[in-house]
């Protein structure tokens, strides 16, 4: 079964290549733009009739047509018309203006009779003029990367002509990796080629690819002058900072800050409460209004009932209270009122419950 299998599939694969190689197919590139010309024969003086036909697979157009009887050529189709002209005498078509879509292969009948020689026509655009990417090499500062992008064939040169071999680059190209020469005149270039065309990049020269020492000084003074800006840039910074807090302006963009202004604003709210509670418990009079006015208020009132409870001073007895009082203010009490007020209320509060 598979032994027949894979026999069948040599001896087809065998066909089709004797069958490719007694087809006489000539390559024939062109230039999308420019033109090309194809199939110059010795032809017959007898000849009455010549079509060129254009096969892309299953489809067939007819590109160019002569007839001796109405001694007419033609190229009916939109894609040949205009610009495909036909040599009578040799048989040789020249298309103009080519586009990718006249890529194909071409067959020419003679006499109505299709000839064995066909050309495959393939159409390229022509390659741009490639632009040398330089990259510095970290390790080594005597050395950079030249990198140019192309996927089809490129030619690296130096100035000496020599070639160089290049290593692929990722996703397309190829880079070569140069070395100080010494001479700022050596230079290096690199060129796209195809089937139809080539361009050469501009040379990249050794002076450009590798700073001299005085360049290099320059450089860190342009950079210690940049540091001398941001020096004064933070001063500036730390002034406006300064001004900003007289103004107790408490607006920050950056996250540090703004972590601070939580906490104060933080405090500002709960520095009321906290004076309140400290007010509610040790200041007799401050209690007794609040006590008095809040009290059955639902939410306050069972706050304060809280803040009272945990020490349950209603059920202290009352000289437990005013020792209290009296240690709380450091000195002995001023009115008695305030703890007379409290012990009536607590005596209040009793009989209500
Ligand atoms: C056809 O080709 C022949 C031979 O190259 C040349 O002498 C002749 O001028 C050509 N005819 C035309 C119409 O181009
Ligand atoms: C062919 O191209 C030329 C210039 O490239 C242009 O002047 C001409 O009109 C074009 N012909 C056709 C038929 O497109
Ligand atoms: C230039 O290229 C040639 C050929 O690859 C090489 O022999 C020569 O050393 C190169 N010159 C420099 C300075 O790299
Ligand atoms: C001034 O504040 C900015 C942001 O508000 C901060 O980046 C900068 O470090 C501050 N400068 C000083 C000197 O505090």
Redesign the pocket.
Known sequence: MYPLKYSTTVICALFITIGAASVEEEKVYGEVGRSVSFG?TRIDPLVSSIIWKQRNGASVVKAIEWDEVDDGVSAPNLRFRDIT?L????G?ITITNLTVEHSGLYTIDINSKEQEQKFMLEVLPPVPKPVIKIEKNEVNPDAVYLICEYSETIIWKNSTGGTLQGSPHYPNGELITVEKQGNPDFFYTCTLENAVSERTSDPVYERDLFEDKDEDKQLEEGEAKQNDEDKQLEEGEAKQNDTQLEKGAAKRNDGGSLWIVSVKILILILAPIIVFVIMYKFWPTFHKIVHDNFKDTPCIGAILKRLDGKNKDYSLPPHLVITAETNMNGDTQPDGEPNVQHLKEDGEDETEK
């Not at 040599?87 to 040799?90: L, R």
Request: charge should be negative.
């Open positions: 110059a002209t040599n009578e005498t040799t040789e």
